[in-house]
């Protein structure tokens, strides 16, 4: 599975950006998907993910502020980010768990300036 993620930049606190990541799969065929972050010298986390049949979930910090979701026509899965802080500065990362491997895309920079 090939993941294209696009979407990032620079933002002041409290604007909003999209990421939107690009599978070579038909994703409703992929187990889940989901982004993932990693901010300078901290372990990669993550953010939230979806399942196949399209339950969603969240790291606590982002509940509210995010929303994870897929977009079957374009074969794509997004993540609106709302009211972005300073904290939500790393990289993302798309991930996709298909018949049990994990693949992902390249990261995109997220930066949030206060």
């Known amino acids: 599975v090939q993941l294209q993620a696009s979407g990032g930049g620079s933002v002041q606190a409290g604007e909003s950006l999209r990421l939107s990541c690009a599978a070579s799969?038909?994703?409703?065929?992929?187990?889940?998907m989901a982004w993932y972050r990693q901010a300078p010298g901290k372990q990669r986390e993550l953010v939230a993910r979806i399942s196949g049949g399209g339950s969603t979930d969240y790291i606590d910090s982002v509940k509210g502020r995010f929303t994870i979701s897929r977009d079957i026509a374009k074969n794509t899965m997004n993540l609106q980010m709302n009211s972005l802080k300073p904290e939500d500065t790393a990289v993302y990362y798309c991930?996709?768990?298909?018949?049990?491997?994990?693949?992902w895309g390249q990261g995109t920079q997220v930066t949030v300036s206060s």
């Open positions: 991930n996709a768990n298909f018949i049990l491997v994990d693949y």
């Open positions: 799969k038909r994703i409703l065929s992929i187990r889940t």
